[in-house]
């Protein structure tokens, strides 16, 4: 059984920084998408970045230059840095994974997913 686990959320101001983890349990394969994706309140999913298993990475435009995605291969973990953090940038985080090989941000590619860690970005 698959099992994504979040942490890292919290309450920073404006300009401060977070970094997101999200331990992977139980996955075998050895080709996959793993993301992050986003949802406010009243707001769609919107997807974030995301990282395939050969490194190659793809950011969303509205957080290029401020969010990095990153694994740790041993640990089976994915990271999200965040930093210059914007009062827009407050949602529910959640991380994903898909057997597909594809640099997509459409959640309705993804096959599991987390239970999500809220951040909260003050003025």
């Known amino acids: 059984q698959v099992q994504l686990v979040e942490s890292g959320g919290g309450s920073v101001q404006a300009g401060g920084s977070l970094r997101l983890s999200c331990a992977v349990y139980g996955y075998t394969g050895s080709t996959y998408s793993m993301a992050w994706f986003r949802q406010a309140p009243g707001k769609e999913r919107e997807g974030v970045a995301v990282?395939?298993?050969?490194?190659?990475?793809r950011v969303a435009d509205s957080v290029r230059g401020r969010f990095t995605i990153s694994q740790d291969n041993a640990k089976n973990t994915l990271y999200l840095q965040m930093n210059s953090l914007e009062p827009e940038d407050t949602a529910m985080y959640y991380c994903a994974k898909a057997w597909n090989w594809d640099l997509t941000l459409n959640p309705n590619k993804y096959n599991y997913w987390g239970q999500g860690t809220q951040v909260t970005v003050s003025s």
């Open positions: 990282r395939l298993s050969d490194g190659r990475t």
